[in-house]
C-alpha cells in the first residue's frame, strides 16, 4: 500500500514536471504508467474482432502520442492521466472504426461484444456495433454528461468504479448507481 501512495505521488509530481516541459519527466511518466496503459488496452482490444489489425501495443503507442500533445492539461493525478488516456483511447478506436468503414465504402461497421459482467451487457450478450455505441455515448452526455463519462472510463479505459469515482469526485456507491442506470439505458438503446 505504502508503494503504491509513493508510485501515485511520484506520477503526480512527474505529471506536474512535464507540465513545466521537462521532458525527462515524460519518458520517467512513461515508465510508471504504460504496463497499466496496455493492461488497459489489453483488456479491451480482447473484446475486439478476430484478425482486428490495431493492436494493443499500437493503441497505447498512438495514446501516448495523442497524450503528448495534451501539455495545455492542468493534470491533477494518476486517475486523472488514466482518465484523460481513456478519452484518447476511445477516439483512437472510434477513428480507427471509422475508418476501416471509409476504406470498405459503405461496409459493415465493427461489432464488439459486451458481456454483461465486465461491459454494459446486451441480451444474449450479442455484439454491439462500436459506431453505434459511440453515438449513443454521445447522446447519452446530451442528458447525463456523467453517466456517459463513466460508461467512457469503465469501458473504454478499464478504470474501476473506486477509481472512477476518485477522478469525478463523487462516491463509489454514486459511481455504482449511474454506471447501471447508463448501462441500462444504453441496452435499450443498442438492442
Given at each position: 500500500?505504502?508503494?503504491?501512495?509513493?508510485?501515485?505521488?511520484?506520477?503526480?509530481?512527474?505529471?506536474?514536471?512535464?507540465?513545466?516541459?521537462?521532458?525527462?519527466?515524460?519518458?520517467?511518466?512513461?515508465?510508471y504508467v504504460y504496463d497499466d496503459l496496455k493492461h488497459r488496452a489489453a483488456s479491451y482490444m480482447r473484446n475486439q474482432r478476430p484478425?482486428?489489425?490495431?493492436?494493443?501495443?499500437?493503441?497505447?503507442?498512438?495514446?501516448?502520442?495523442?497524450?503528448?500533445?495534451?501539455?495545455?492539461?492542468?493534470?491533477?493525478?494518476?486517475?486523472?492521466?488514466?482518465?484523460?488516456?481513456?478519452?484518447?483511447?476511445?477516439?483512437?478506436?472510434?477513428?480507427?472504426?471509422?475508418?476501416?468503414?471509409?476504406?470498405?465504402?459503405?461496409?459493415?461497421?465493427?461489432?464488439?461484444?459486451?458481456?454483461?459482467?465486465?461491459?454494459?451487457?446486451?441480451?444474449?450478450?450479442?455484439?454491439?456495433?462500436?459506431?453505434?455505441?459511440?453515438?449513443?455515448?454521445?447522446?447519452?452526455?446530451?442528458?447525463?454528461?456523467?453517466?456517459?463519462?463513466?460508461?467512457?472510463?469503465?469501458?473504454?479505459?478499464?478504470?474501476?468504479?473506486?477509481?472512477?469515482?476518485?477522478?469525478?469526485?463523487?462516491?463509489?456507491?454514486?459511481?455504482?448507481r449511474d454506471w447501471n442506470i447508463a448501462r441500462a439505458w444504453l441496452r435499450q438503446q443498442l438492442e
Amino acid at each position: 500500500m505504502a508503494e503504491t501512495i509513493q508510485n501515485a505521488r511520484e506520477i503526480t509530481l512527474l505529471l506536474n514536471q512535464w507540465k513545466q516541459g521537462d521532458a525527462e519527466a515524460f519518458d520517467k511518466l512513461t515508465q510508471y504508467v504504460y504496463d497499466d496503459l496496455k493492461h488497459r488496452a489489453a483488456s479491451y482490444m480482447r473484446n475486439q474482432r478476430p484478425g482486428h489489425t490495431l493492436q494493443t501495443t499500437g493503441l497505447v503507442h498512438e495514446a501516448f502520442i495523442r497524450l503528448i500533445d495534451k501539455n495545455e492539461i492542468e493534470w491533477q493525478d494518476r486517475q486523472h492521466f488514466m482518465a484523460v488516456a481513456s478519452v484518447v483511447m476511445r477516439n483512437i478506436i472510434i477513428d480507427y472504426a471509422r475508418q476501416r468503414n471509409r476504406d470498405k465504402r459503405g461496409g459493415k461497421n465493427n461489432d464488439v461484444p459486451l458481456d454483461e459482467a465486465n461491459y454494459i451487457g446486451t441480451k444474449g450478450n450479442s455484439p454491439v456495433n462500436l459506431i453505434d455505441l459511440d453515438e449513443a455515448l454521445k447522446r447519452l452526455a446530451s442528458f447525463d454528461e456523467r453517466q456517459s463519462k463513466i460508461v467512457e472510463l469503465k469501458y473504454f479505459g478499464g478504470l474501476t468504479l473506486e477509481e472512477i469515482g476518485g477522478v469525478l469526485g463523487i462516491s463509489t456507491a454514486t459511481v455504482k448507481r449511474d454506471w447501471n442506470i447508463a448501462r441500462a439505458w444504453l441496452r435499450q438503446q443498442l438492442e
